[in-house]
T-cell receptor, first 111, second 113 residues
């Protein structure tokens, strides 16, 4: 069965600093991996996804993630944090006919 | 581009009442998925349908039922509501087999009092 584990339920960075949100996956087959963002009282917005091909995936709002099979990781990064990036971020993996979400990481941005 | 439509967006019910949530998939999408996100929780898969047939089932309570209609829209029916059913309910849609192209709706926030 497929699963994802997000390391750190809360991450706080200063505005302009590097954002790094960690996600490790477990899968017996080549995985489909996703990062979603959820702003307070909002729905889920897809940031980026990895299916096949290039392991460095670029998404919206300046985010990117790198699929590393050797480390079973799919960490999300952004070079320079902005106040508007404050939100909940979910790593997710496709499993059969559904998507399984990680427990989420709340990103806070310090002025 | 057309997105997944969910209605209502907000719903307030009392304990033991029933509720019906509706989901209208992206045009030509034939597969619908339902997820439940409790307060401070990650979304949990409930159930999915393809061509009006249930295709997968997750941790959906027996008090809940769902179906997909010939126009591919889906309804989630919840009976004997409990306080713990208060959550954000997401619907997503895709073409069959294209789970990595699953698009989420804005969600219905159900509050049970």
């Amino acid at each position: 069965a497929q699963s994802v584990t997000q390391l750190g339920s809360h991450v706080s960075v200063s505005e302009g600093a590097l954002v790094l949100l960690r996600c490790n996956y477990s899968s017996s087959v080549p995985p489909y991996l996703f990062w979603y963002v959820q702003y307070p009282n909002q729905g889920l917005q897809l940031l980026l996804k990895y299916t096949t091909g290039a392991t460095l995936v670029k998404g919206i709002n300046g985010f990117e993630a790198e699929f590393k099979k050797s480390e079973t990781s799919f960490h999300l990064t952004k070079p320079s944090a902005h106040m508007s990036d404050a939100a909940e971020y979910f790593c997710a993996i496709a499993s059969a006919s559904k998507i399984i979400f990680g427990s989420g990481t709340r990103l806070s941005i310090r002025p | 581009a057309a997105g997944v439509i969910q209605s209502p967006r907000h719903l307030i019910k009392e304990k033991r009442e029933t509720a019906t949530l509706k989901c209208y998939p992206i045009p030509r999408h034939d597969t619908v998925y339902w997820y439940q996100q409790g307060p401070g929780q990650d979304p949990q898969f409930l159930i999915s349908f393809y061509e009006k047939m249930q295709s997968d089932k997750g941790s959906i309570p027996d008090r809940f039922s769902a179906q997909q209609f010939s126009d591919y829209h889906s309804e989630l029916n919840m009976s004997s509501l409990e306080l713990g059913d208060s959550a954000l309910y997401f619907c997503a849609s895709s073409l069959e087999g294209y789970i990595y192209e699953q698009y989420f709706g804005p969600g219905t926030r159900l509050t049970v009092t």
